[in-house]
């Protein structure tokens, strides 16, 4: 019980600064107590902020308290003394496998309080203290503690290096520019560090505007999340209002779409979230570098600031250097879009429509416009090629399908089509069965005088004029012209010629969400012949027009 009383009063009269018993004691405003001479050392450090805190507590003090000796901790501290306890430094004193230790000192070294950069040595705060007192050793440069000392010293010559080569971009000693280093462009350490300082100071500018970006990237994703699951929420609303006038028959279908949905919701989520967290890590690893170059800003030594220089002000690359381009474009809309039109053909086009809804659902891409770029091979192509067939209901009488009707033919005869709304009455032409959103890929292959390679809205009308019903001729549709000897592209009866290869087949690229359509010619290469960029508005379904005659074909390929 003794001995631990004795350890508790030594912990309280003991300075936490160069953590031995107080030497001349005084107590700050706040109440802690240290050595007079090591809390004025570590305000003097703090002069420049003009604001001083307390080392334990971070209390602050403006202005600068004066301190007076406390008598009564000194009487306690000479008290302390006379029992002998402080015949030895305590095992914290020690230096350990970390510290640096007092060259001085011989036997078991105490940790070195400071190293001289002059006499090259570091010392314990007794064999310190001439350095205090001798007024030829108060001129010397002293640093905190380090191990590195002897890097300072030129091995070619045994004398301190306080030159700098920028030649050779290294430090060298005043004998270094007889020698090997003559004719070099040399200059002191000093000055070399004064300029690598502005050029720190830029590092961490650098760093501080990375930092200020990738924020602002992590609050666009945050925004685009929010904007993901209100679309999510809206979709699943609005098809559950749909599903619930067909309740008997759509009860199960209702439930999937509403799953589909929170499944890519969550997957659109945790992509966006991930990127989060790698923005999060690289604005982390940015602070812990301007961290570093903070204090290498304040290192004291200019050889050991210029030895770690090269290596902390390397800064990395990016991990992710694309900026982030939010497109205020529909998310799960189109899904709505997709049930409404089961709900209105429920009887005949329900078990057809399911996969287009599913489709619509998995489709939904909406992180960054990099990950939207449009491929570059046909091998890329492929990866988004959809089977496509053609809807009878909308094919004009003078055309034959074949091939599970992947295939028109032109005819003279009549086809006995039932009659149907959407048919088209005044152009030879037709469109798909399926609706096309997300990203996709087609081929048409064509023979004969030529073909019209389309994609048009739903609500196109299937009568009237040409510039109504026409494809390429009105806002609702987009037309790649194609025959014998040239390409035309039409849009709103807007003709814009089309120079390429000429070719039997043609690649279609849609991007719904992007408003990306562009056209190719495939031979042995592909070639792009034009791209459109636009605002699609409503789900597009392919369309084929063919010319009368007998026998001009055009046929939707397979591509899998």
Known sequence: MAQKGVQLERETISCSICLDLLKDPVTTPCGHNYCMHCIKRFWDEEDEKQIHSCPQCRQTFTPRPVLVKNTMLAVLVEELKKTGLQAAPDDHCYAGPEDVACDFCSGRKLKALKSCLVCLVSYCEKHLQPHYDVAPLKKHKLVDPSKKLQENICSRHDEVMKMFCRTDQQCICYLCPVEE?????????????????????????????????????????????????????????????????LIRLMEKRSSDVKQQVRSQQETEVSRAKELQEKLEQEITELKKKDAELEQLSRTEDHTQFLHSYPSLSQLSESTDSSSIDIRPLSYFEDVTAAVSEVRDKLQDVLSEKWTNISLTVTEVDVLLSNSQAEPKTRAGFLKYSREITLDPNTAHTLLLLSEGNRKATTTSQQQSYSSHPDRFTACCQVLSRESLTGRCYWEVEWRGGGVDVAVAYKNISRAGSWNECGFGFNDKSWSLHCDTKRYAFYYSSVKTPVSGPQSSRVGVYLDHSAGILSFYSISETMTLLHRVQTTFTQPLYAGLRLYYGDGDTAEFCKLK
């Open 181 to 245: 280093h003559k004719g070099h462009n040399t200059v002191s350490a000093a000055a070399e560090r004064t300029k690598k300082q502005r050029e720190l100071e830029v590092s961490r500018q650098n760093i501080q505007q990375r930092i200020q970006d990738r924020e602002k990237d992590v609050k666009l994703l945050q925004q685009e999340v929010e904007a993901i699951n209100r679309s999510a929420d809206k979709a699943v609303e609005d098809s559950e209002k749909i599903f619930t006038e």
